[in-house]
């Protein structure tokens, strides 16, 4: 944990050196330049905004405490919902991106795997209200606040599925004909997240997103991403540190970028 602890710093101070400013400057795809200036940059406080963070708010001063299971870490224990707020769901920021990412996307097929609390399936959700989404929890009990919370929010074009991923996953696959936009913010390791990302990929549109979380969390996942970003079937990847996003579109120029 120390190590990865390190890398994770090492990293971040490269990042902040080395990658792009925001504002698309020195980007030549049109595409990524685009996406960076109407997609990464935007600040436009979108109507879906407000009443999730309102719902996080609430979260985040829940003392209630539920069982968590982890099956990537294969660890079992009592957390506060607070907790895990405020250390386990995606930052507002992130969260947001998300939404944006699928509104740019157009995407009516989303797939995400880590539920958490719910609150970037919402985001997500939110996005189109034809949207299709299903999102995959392996822990019952935090699904089952998830749940709690899109109903809290009026979300009826979202589902959760519960249980390891590992076992799952290709149940909820079979539930689309292809997917416009994947989150996978789930089992943190890099034999994990190649192997989601090989079977979403594997159905994915012709013009698609695939967003991997915690690149940098450890030295396996960021060689996960390395290798996920170099496979010949990706046309684009951008790094903003928090997040990897992969552009699936054969009109987008080949390119890989970091942004800050």
Known sequence: MEKDYLFRIKTYLRHKLEALPHGGFGIHSPYVFNFVTHVLDERLPYYAYSEIEKLRRNLLSDKNEIQVSDYGSKASRKRRICDIASTSCKKAD???LLFRIAIWQHA???LELGTC???TTAYLAKSDSRAKVVSM????QTAHVAKKNLEILGIHNAGIIVGNIDETLDRALDMFESLD????DANH????TMSYFEACLKK??????????DIYYSRGMHEAWVKIKNNPNVNASIDIYTMGIIIIDNEVQ??????K
């Not at 929890?137 to 019952?140: I, L, S, T, V």
């Not at 390791?189 to 994990?192: N, V, Y």
């Not at 080949?254 to 942004?259: A, D, F, V």
């Open 254 to 259: 080949k390119g890989s970028y970091r942004i």
């Open 137 to 140: 929890e392996g822990c019952p």
């Open 108 to 110: 009516k097929n989303i």
């Open 181 to 184: 936009l994947v989150f996978i």
């Open 189 to 192: 390791t890099k034999q994990a």
């Open 94 to 96: 992130d969260a947001q």
């Open 204 to 213: 994915a549109a012709a013009k698609s997103i695939i967003v991997i979380d």
């Open 117 to 119: 609390l719910g609150l």
